[in-house]
């Protein structure tokens, strides 16, 4: 057991450069289980590290963060020349280290991170970053054609931060094209991974055989062919696209309209807004969801769903009337692209952001969404959804460009089978549909 606690997920590029400084240190680092997105979004966690990012480091003094920092604390554990021997030397350390944080680290992530589905993608965007790494991997390789190392004659800091930074590169963007114009970047940087301490952390490096590539879905908006296109129609049911005089009317028109007198556009009607009342309440489920306690859940949440129930603690003595199939439908969706989803936390940033994207319909609508994991380490994801009205709102469909890479299944709810399913992502059972449910995300 060690002192020193580091919270990363495994194959943390960022965690690594402090784990190989360990290893030359001689320092023993303890590597937690660690769960993303709970863990480090506990309140525990949240005392070390309030940005809730790791690789987080726990040391007897209190914590560290922010990985070239935690890097820099950990090589100075023990002097094993990891800053060089003179002022000059650490000088140069330094300069590298920042070096390859800015000018090589930020503009690769800027290239990879739309390619792993963290940001959008930008055609323009990513040409950029591409001529950033170019240029400064061509300074690199100028540099390193007369130096065995950054720094001296042996490993410094500079070449684990600097060799660590670029591991993405060399293992998913440069192909051999593109190794062949940097070939002493690729000399030191082999030379750096096949080191035991470097090994003992990274395992096996293998060089990329293709430049990993965007592959836009149907009706991606990153995609410029997709552009025009609508997102595919839901499996049973053709959705009504909203009505044309639900547009804004254009701000001259509407002054025009007023004799002339100024008037700001009128907003858009909420074409869910114009449907026959329903006796259920939106926001009354949505209140009897969060209200009612965990050990009673299933009595009165999910079978006041069906009957009605009083809404648990209501300051109003609130009583939601039961779901109403004419004002209301409920839906299954599934990702589409199960084989895609295959690093955890990945998979939940893509269903946080797809819940975060459709603000817009929150007054109608309410999710559940499971991340399950099946045998074949991949993590599929399914969900349960309650719409006002019978059709996926419209908004949803022309705004959201996640719809289309799920399938859509409208529900019978009158189906006994269908109101098990929808218990138990409601309950948030340990299996849905036999698959071990990791994660939930809910629409509320
Ligand atoms: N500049 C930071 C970056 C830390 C960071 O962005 N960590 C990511 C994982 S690579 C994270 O913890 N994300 C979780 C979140 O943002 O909720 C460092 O080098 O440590």
Redesign the pocket.
């Given at each position: 057991m060690s002192n020193l606690r580091l919270y990363t997920f495994p194959g943390?590029k960022?965690a690594w450069k402090a784990q190989i400084a360990a290893e030359y240190v001689g320092v023993k680092l303890d590597v937690p289980a660690f769960e993303m997105g709970k863990t480090?979004k506990s309140p525990q966690f949240l005392k070390l590290n309030p940005n809730?990012?790791?690789?987080t480091l726990q040391t007897p003094e209190g914590a560290v963060?922010?990985?070239?920092a935690i890097a820099r604390y950990v090589a100075r554990l023990a002097d094993k020349g990891l800053f060089g021997v003179t002022a000059f030397d650490a000088a140069l350390v330094e300069q590298w280290i920042e070096f390859s944080t800015l000018n090589i680290d930020a503009p690769m992530s800027s290239w990879l991170y739309p390619l792993l589905g963290f940001m959008d993608y930008d055609k323009k965007k990513e040409e950029a970053a591409i001529v950033m790494v170019k240029k400064n991997l061509d300074i690199l390789d100028e540099y390193l054609a007369s130096h065995t190392y950054l720094v001296g004659n042996s490993v410094t800091l500079a070449d684990i931060i600097g060799a660590a930074n670029l591991y993405h590169g060399y293992t998913k963007l440069f192909d051999e094209a593109f190794r062949k114009d940097f070939p002493n970047v690729q000399r030191w940087f082999l030379t750096l991974v096949n080191q035991p301490a470097f090994k003992n952390v990274m395992g096996d490096v293998v060089l990329a055989k293709e430049t990993m590539k965007y592959t836009p879905k149907k009706n991606d908006k990153a995609a410029p062919a997709a552009k025009e296109s609508k997102p595919a129609a839901p499996k049973e049911s053709k959705p009504e696209q909203p009505k044309k005089e639900s547009k804004p009317a254009p701000a001259k028109e509407a002054a025009a309209a007023d004799n002339g007198e100024e008037k700001p556009a009128p907003k858009p009607k909420d074409p869910l807004a114009l449907l026959p009342p329903s006796k259920m309440i939106m926001d009354s489920w949505k209140r009897l969801y969060s209200n009612t306690p965990g050990a009673k859940f299933k009595e009165i949440c999910v079978n006041g769903l069906w009957n009605g129930a009083d809404v648990p603690n209501s300051p109003t003595n609130e009583h939601f009337e039961g779901f109403d199939p004419e004002g209301y439908s409920i839906w299954f969706c599934e990702y589409k692209y199960p084989e895609e989803n295959t690093v955890n936390f990945i998979v939940m940033n893509k269903v946080g952001g797809f819940l975060q994207r459709i603000d817009y319909v929150r007054k109608h609508a309410f999710a559940v969404m499971s991340i399950l994991k099946d045998d074949k380490g991949q993590f599929p994801i399914r969900g349960m959804w309650i719409f006002r009205g019978q059709e996926i709102p419209a908004i949803m469909q022309e705004e959201c460009f996640d719809l289309p890479l799920y399938e859509w299944t409208k529900v019978d709810t009158n189906d006994a089978a269908v109101r098990e399913r929808i218990s138990a992502l409601l309950c948030e059972e340990d299996k849905i549909d036999g698959l071990e449910n990791v994660e939930v995300k809910v629409f509320k």
């Open positions: 943390n960022n480090n809730g990012k790791v690789p963060w922010e990985s070239n």
